[in-house]
């Protein structure tokens, strides 16, 4: 379902580079689509490496994906003419770094289609900066976890609030049932954690305390 979703927004005929494929079933599945014309599934560790070798093999794709052993964005080489990045089920921490240390990679024609677990807010941050608005935004649950889906794109200098960059500004303007059930939950959650850092014993570092507080007003402002 979370591979679906990442799937249904990579254009038709784009050249894909998969980075973190692990077992390389998105470019496989979208190949025998015929969704795409090309694809680079990129692997930093080399037991996935040789498990997306194997499902490209099985699948009489390997002419047109190619499966490399790359530290993120050095999976794409200039002759890929890639049009569309997906980097999906990792921290959003994570994503941001493979985006910032790979930059010299970008041509800032590409689409990025980005599956964060968790770390949403930074990764965000790090579009902004670097000049790439939000085109859609998409939450879906599955197996009790949020998943998050974005899509952007470099469009020139963009804009975004605090509170935009910490909920997501369409998933903010949408507010759609997973969305506020999402933070319905963790408001409690927050509630909860503010209630044991109020009772426990030892002191706390203030700002960690400012921090929650400060979220538990945004979620409240959100839903109320
Ligand atoms: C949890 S898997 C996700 C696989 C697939 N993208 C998905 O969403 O189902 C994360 C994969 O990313 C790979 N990975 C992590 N950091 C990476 C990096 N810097 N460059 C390439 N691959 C990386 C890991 O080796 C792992 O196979």
Wanted: proline letters at 4%; aromatic letters at 6%; glycine letters at 8%.
């Amino acid at each position: 379902m979370r591979l679906e979703r990442v799937a249904a927004h990579v254009p038709a005929g784009a050249r894909l580079a998969d980075i973190g494929s692990d077992h390389g079933y998105l470019p496989v599945a979208l190949m025998r689509r015929g969704v795409i014309a090309a694809a680079v599934a990129g692997e930093v560790a080399l037991t996935p490496f040789h498990a997306a070798e194997r499902t490209v093999c099985e699948s009489g794709q390997d002419l047109r994906i190619s499966v490399r052993l790359a530290n993120g964005l050095a999976a794409i080489e200039p002759g890929d003419g890639i049009t569309a990045i997906s980097i999906c089920g990792m921290g959003g921490e994570t994503i941001r770094d493979i985006l910032d240390s790979g930059k010299a990679r970008l041509t800032g024609q590409e689409r990025l289609i980005l599956q964060p677990n968790g770390g949403e807010q930074p990764l965000r941050q790090w579009l902004m900066e670097n000049g790439y608005r939000i085109l859609f935004e998409e939450l879906l649950r599955e197996n009790r976890f949020d998943y998050e889906i974005i899509v952007a794109e470099r469009t020139g200098p963009v804009v975004y609030t605090v509170e935009q960059l910490y909920f997501g500004p369409l998933q903010m303007q949408a507010r759609s049932p997973a969305f506020l059930a999402k933070w319905q939950r963790l408001l409690r959650h927050k509630q909860r954690t503010l209630t044991h850092f109020a009772r426990a014993r030892q002191a706390l570092p203030e700002e960690k305390v400012q921090d929650i507080a400060r979220q538990v007003r945004w979620i409240s402002e959100l839903l109320a």
